[in-house]
Nanobody, 123 residues
Framework: QVQLVESGGGLVQAGGSLRLSCAAS????????MGWFRQAPGKEREFVAA????????YYADSVKGRFTISKDNAKNTVYLQMNSLNPEDTAVYYC????????????????WGQGTQVTVSS
């Protein structure tokens, strides 16, 4: 089993930036890909960004394309989410997760999950 720990959330003003980190530990030797989801109050968990199964391609939700960048450090088993030009609609708990197999953007296809980190963007 892979364990995930997110960090880097916080409160930021609109237009600001944050960088989230997600460190994986445990059974990291098996092939997997990592990605980010978010969940705002009263809404379903939604796809934000992820690496494809090959590990080189990246995929983004339309709502964050051009503002967010996913990256990784394989040596540290860590994936990052650089978030720029944040707006209040980005306020949510951000989760990282693992997927084994071809990319699917539905939350049900991912797991295990980290505990989440809160991102709040004030207007």
């Amino acid at each position: 089993q892979v364990q995930l720990v997110e960090s880097g959330g916080g409160l930021v003003q609109a237009g600001g930036s944050l960088r989230l980190s997600c460190a994986a530990s445990g059974r990291t030797s098996s092939p997997y890909t990592m990605g980010w989801f978010r969940q705002a109050p009263g809404k379903e968990r939604e796809f934000v960004a992820a690496f494809g199964w090959s590990g080189s391609s990246t995929y983004y939700a339309d709502s964050v394309k051009g503002r967010f960048t996913i990256s990784k450090d394989n040596a540290k088993n860590t994936v990052y989410l650089q978030m720029n030009s944040l707006n209040p609609e980005d306020t949510a708990v951000y989760y990282c997760a693992v997927q084994r197999g071809p990319l699917r953007k539905t939350a049900e296809a991912w797991g295990p999950w980290g505990q989440g980190t809160q991102v709040t963007v004030s207007s």
